[in-house]
Nanobody, 128 residues
Framework: QVQLVESGGGLVQAGDSLTLTCTAS????????MGWFRQAPGKEREFVAG????????YYATSVVNRFTISRDNAKNTASLQMNILRPEDTAVYYC?????????????????????WGQGTQVTVSS
């Protein structure tokens, strides 16, 4: 059972940057694909970014391309989401998640149901 803990959320102004970190409890994290999702009030949870276990393949939602960067450090059992040029519409609770099954298609990373472990979430609020 992998436990994931997000950190780094907070209140920022539009145009600012913020980095979220996901820390895993088990070294097996390095063998899992992972992703970041977010959920705004009254909305469904949506995919933000994902990457393969080796961090080579990275996928992004259209709304965050060229603004957000996903990365991981398997030696430290951590993953990060660097968020630049933040907008008020980026306000949400952000979750990291990991998947135990090996997927070879990009679309698999977009689906929350393919992830087995989730963190508790961290709030990101962007004021205008």
């Amino acid at each position: 059972q992998v436990q994931l803990v997000e950190s780094g959320g907070g209140l920022v102004q539009a145009g600012d940057s913020l980095t979220l970190t996901c820390t895993a409890s088990e070294r097996t994290f390095s063998t899992y694909g992972m992703g970041w999702f977010r959920q705004a009030p009254g909305k469904e949870r949506e995919f933000v970014a994902g990457m393969t276990k080796n961090g080579i393949q990275k996928y992004y939602a259209t709304s965050v391309v060229n603004r957000f960067t996903i990365s991981r450090d398997n030696a430290k059992n951590t993953a990060s989401l660097q968020m630049n040029i933040l907008r008020p519409e980026d306000t949400a609770v952000y979750y990291c998640a990991s998947m135990t099954q090996l997927w070879f298609v990009e679309s698999a990373y977009y689906l929350a149901g393919n992830y087995d472990y989730w963190g508790q979430g961290t709030q990101v609020t962007v004021s205008s």
